[in-house]
């Protein structure tokens, strides 16, 4: 003697109670994976200035000040440090930045433009000032 089975499916309270699970995790995650985003993005625009320090670092032991422009333009190579920040994802171009009042022996400036998605406050750049001290070490003020 067969004995059938009714197979049953789900019912709308397991339904309902699946979909509120699914939009808790949605919910908890989505902000911490746009914070790993957003670290990965500012990661580009530091490595960016560590190949800005190293390029001046080379110019200053070669020929004793740092090199500066004269027009401060944002650009995403520059030729005189060969720079290319044209292979980046997000922090495209930067500038170093000429000031007159500031000795080029122990000073300059490099401002890293910001991608549109992380400009906040009407800021349109990550602006880094580098001063040299007496040893020869660089320090970064931001």
Request: charged share 20%; proline share 3%; hydrophobic share 40%.
């Amino acid at each position: 003697m067969k004995i059938l089975k009714r197979s049953r499916g789900f019912t709308l309270v397991e339904l309902v109670i699946t979909i509120a699970i699914v939009i808790i995790l949605s919910v908890i995650s989505v902000p911490i994976y746009r914070g790993y985003v957003d670290k990965a993005k500012y990661s580009e625009g530091y490595a960016l200035g560590g190949l800005i320090i190293s390029a001046e670092k080379a110019y200053y032991s070669e020929y004793g000040m740092f090199l500066r422009d004269a027009v401060s333009i944002f650009s995403s190579f520059h030729p005189g440090l060969n720079i290319d920040a044209r292979g980046n994802k997000y922090f495209t171009s930067f500038r170093i930045c000429y000031n007159s009042s500031h000795d080029p022996k122990t000073y300059f400036s490099a401002i890293i433009e910001k991608p549109l998605d992380l400009r906040s406050n009407n800021v349109a750049g990550l602006a880094v000032y580098y001063h040299v001290t007496s040893g020869g070490t660089i320090t970064e003020n931001i």
